[in-house]
């Protein structure tokens, strides 16, 4: 990085630090909600609320912050978001086999997706790391009890998501949970299995269940184009609709950090391959203007997994003009606030086009994925600071 480029993707994820602290709800006595925030904030002033998976990478992004920054405000954010995470948590004696299950959205929420819940583990973990709070990876290691219990497949893979206790309006409709697909996302559960496993010193969290899925991801989800899919557990090939509209392709939900996590573990090459040949499909379809797909939260992982995999894996292939443009991209696409103030700071998940246009709908909006994605990759790359999303 140029001394310019290090310093615009400093300033960048200063802003959105400041950005999640203004959306932030305040902390205060007899405030259920204290700790949370949007999903998304739309010109209009439309608010989306966060799910559980959003708060992790969001205090992980906020302590990164803290330690290149020096602002006490976002450790203090940070950790109020990991007080609402806990509150999501079902540790009551009252609900048998989901005991140590994570909720969606809010303490009242009857279900979770699997993956998101994982996540919100792998938050635990990172505060664990920080605080050095037992009880962080003791929820951890609660909720990976649950995932080995309940959380996969026949065929070793995650669920989609779990109906935690039955609705209390049956009328309303549910969330989508896709029982006859594999989704491809739920690569990435590697990385808290991983991360579990150093942090605990016990190695079954990288046993069998582990090796499990980092075979079937390499060997079923990946296609032949190089991206991993969601596919049908009845026919083992990709729907003829992908029930998430391609949002998991260019990103590819940390999947490939996980591989770089397995690689690790069993110095099996294969996985390395793989990582590879997404890599180059990634690139290969790369737009004029640097993103590799419409929406810019794909930049920060596929340059999160360059960060994180050099020096094992070889792309010479990769132009670093390609890598240029694509984190142009990314920063280019921060939000001024000009339709909306409380939108200042955050990534417009669709492109810099936005800056200029309210026009889009939600995809008009700013959105925690792309902005704590960014958060906690540009101070990594600009100064050094890997302490998160690391293999």
């Known amino acids: 990085m140029t001394t310019q480029q290090q310093h615009t993707c400093l300033e960048c994820a200063q802003k959105i630090a400041d950005w999640l602290c203004l959306v932030q ?6 405030f259920p909600p204290a700790g949370n925030f949007p999903f998304h904030v739309l010109p209009d002033g439309q608010e989306c ?28 954010a940070a950790l109020a978001m990991g007080r609402y995470m806990k509150s999501l948590q079902i540790l009551d004696p009252f609900h048998g086999d989901n005991h140590g299950a994570i909720r969606e959205v809010t303490p009242f929420t009857n279900w979770c997706y699997t993956r998101d819940a994982l996540s919100t583990a792998w938050g ?11 009880e962080y990876l003791e929820r951890a290691r609660l909720w990976g009890e649950w995932f080995l219990r309940k959380g996969c497949d026949d065929d070793g893979w995650p669920w989609w998501g779990h109906e935690l206790e039955p609705a209390s309006d049956p009328a309303l409709p549910g969330p989508q949970m ?10 990435g559960s590697l990385n808290f299995l991983y991360q579990l496993a150093k942090e605990t010193g016990d190695q079954k ?32 090939k990709p729907p003829a609709t992908d029930p998430q509209g391609g949002l998991h392709r260019a990103n590819d939900d940390l999947g490939s950090l996980g591989l770089l996590c397995a690689y690790k573990v069993t110095g099996n090459s294969t996985y390395l391959a793989s990582i590879e040949k997404y890599l180059t499909a990634v690139f290969a379809g790369q737009m004029a203007d640097g993103r590799f797909e419409e929406s810019v939260a794909c930049i920060p992982v596929v340059l999160n997994i360059l960060h994180e995999g050099a020096g094992l894996i070889c792309k010479p292939d990769i132009n670093p003009a390609a890598i240029a443009q ?15 103030p409380r939108m200042r700071g955050g990534i417009l ?16 909006g700013v959105v925690v994925r792309s902005s704590c994605y960014a ?7 600009a100064a050094g600071t890997g302490d998160y999303l690391t293999a």
């Open 178 to 187: 896709c029982p006859q697909i594999q989704g491809s996302f739920q690569g």
């Open 124 to 134: 635990f973990i990172e505060l664990y790391r920080h605080t050095h709070e037992a």
């Open 49 to 76: 609320p966060a799910n559980n998976w959003n708060y992790a990478f969001a205090s992980m992004g906020l302590l990164g912050a803290f330690k290149v920054f020096k602002e006490p405000r976002y450790e203090t």
């Open 349 to 364: 998940e669709y492109g810099a086009a936005h800056k200029t246009t309210a026009t889009g709908g939600w995809k008009s």
């Open 25 to 30: 709800r305040p902390a205060g006595a007899g």
């Open 205 to 236: 969290w990288v046993g069998t269940p582990f090796r499990r899925i980092a075979d079937r991801f390499v060997e079923h989800i990946q296609q032949p184009s190089g991206f991993y899919a969601s596919i049908e557990r009845a026919t083992g």
């Open 375 to 381: 958060l906690i990759v540009l101070p990594k790359l």
């Open 326 to 340: 694509a984190l142009t991209a990314l920063v280019d696409a921060q939000s001024d606030g000009r339709f909306n």
